[in-house]
């Protein structure tokens, strides 16, 4: 088991840039394909980055491509989102989470195990 912590959100101008960390503990960081999903006020969770255990595979949202970078640093147990070009449309409530029966991170919130609480990311016009 893992447990996941984000850190990192807050208010923002449009344009500006915010980096996202989820601290693991539990069992080994690198066990786990990771991924960031976000969630807007009435609107379903979605996907927005994923990347492998070692972090040699990487994919993206539609939405995000380009702007933000999903990265992680096994020896330090964290995942990161780096998110730049922010946009109005970019807030959300951001969630790290892990699954541990693939190499490879996905877009299906379904197949993660593990979910952190959140992070608020409000990003102003």
Known sequence: QVRLVESGGGLVQAGGSLRLSCAASGRTFSAYAMGWF???????????????????????????KGRFTISRD?????????????????TAVYYCAARAAYYSGSYYK??????GQGTQVTVSS
């Open 110 to 115: 379904d197949s993660y195990d593990y979910w």
């Open 74 to 90: 096994n020896a330090k147990n964290t995942l990161y989102l780096q998110m730049n070009r922010l946009k109005p449309e970019d």
């Open 38 to 64: 976000r969630q807007a006020p009435g609107k379903e969770r979605e996907f927005a980055a994923a990347i492998s255990r070692s972090g040699d595979s990487t994919y993206y949202a539609d939405s995000v």
